[in-house]
């Protein structure tokens, strides 16, 4: 279906006309509707009129149409790159969550370095004392990284209880790591 007024030919190229006829005014109202079509509410292209007064509910849209809603409304001029809130700029006043990671960190790497000249040892106190301190900015409100803390918590006694373990193996049994592959 064509857009326009009903009975109208959307490409005004009416094979019935007469030249010489006068033509309507384009500004004028649009003329009644033709061979037995139901009058419209003098809205073109199904748009709702105008809400009634005094309280009345306005006439429903015909065949569940919805209202119009213009796309092009709320689009940036050409050229404008979208912004995002502290795009770029650290946030002030943020969360401090450093101690965490390093506690994480050093936790993890204690786990492998108790087989390289027992270096777990020291490395694993330094996550288990980073985490603890984490952990307790964690609980003041101050960071926002417990699982990291918790984890580093974790890691760091486990390397230094197996730092210590092997240092205990080396002295007491004679046994000692093969440092050669």
Do not use: F, W
Request: with cysteine; glycine share 14%; charged share 5%.
């Amino acid at each position: 279906m064509q857009p326009g007024y009903p009975g109208q030919d959307p490409h005004d190229q009416q094979p019935h006309q007469d030249p010489t006829a006068p033509q309507p005014d384009p500004y004028a109202q649009p003329p009644a509707a033709p061979y037995g079509q139901q009058p419209t509410s003098g809205q073109p292209y199904g748009q709702q009129p105008p809400a009634a007064p005094y309280g009345q509910q306005p006439p429903a849209a015909p065949y569940g149409q919805q209202p119009y809603q213009d796309p092009y409304g709320q689009q940036q001029p050409y050229g404008g790159a979208p912004t995002y809130p502290n795009a770029g700029y650290p946030q002030a006043g943020g969360q401090n969550n450093t101690l965490g990671l390093v506690s994480m960190i050093l936790g993890i790497a204690s786990i492998p370095l108790v087989c390289c000249l027992y270096l777990g040892i020291p490395v694993g106190i330094a996550g288990v004392i980073t985490g603890y301190l984490a952990r307790q900015k964690a609980a003041q409100g101050q960071a926002s990284n417990a699982g990291q803390a918790k984890a580093g918590l974790i890691c760091g006694a486990i390397g230094a209880v197996l730092g210590i373990l092997v240092l205990i193996l080396g002295i007491i049994a004679n046994v000692s790591l093969p440092t050669e592959p």
